[in-house]
């Protein structure tokens, strides 16, 4: 595996400087994904909240027509 890094031209401060950045990519990907996770589940939250407060409403408006 080395071999071919060296047969292509990579030195070691190349393959040092890839190495580095992979931790970097994994923290970066993850935080993304977070990110994308909590704002998928407050829009969630707040339909649900939506839908809620919209379904107190039509009981009320209902016991107060009858």
């Given at each position: 595996m080395l071999?071919?890094?060296f047969t292509t031209g990579w030195s070691w401060l190349g393959i040092?400087?890839?190495l580095a950045l992979i931790p970097i990519a994994v923290l970066l990907l993850a935080l993304f994904i977070g990110h994308y996770w909590t704002q998928v589940h407050a829009w969630y939250a707040i339909k649900e909240e939506y839908f809620i407060r919209n379904a107190k409403?039509?009981?009320e408006e209902k016991a107060t027509d009858k």
């Open positions: 071999q071919w890094f040092k400087i890839v409403r039509e009981r």
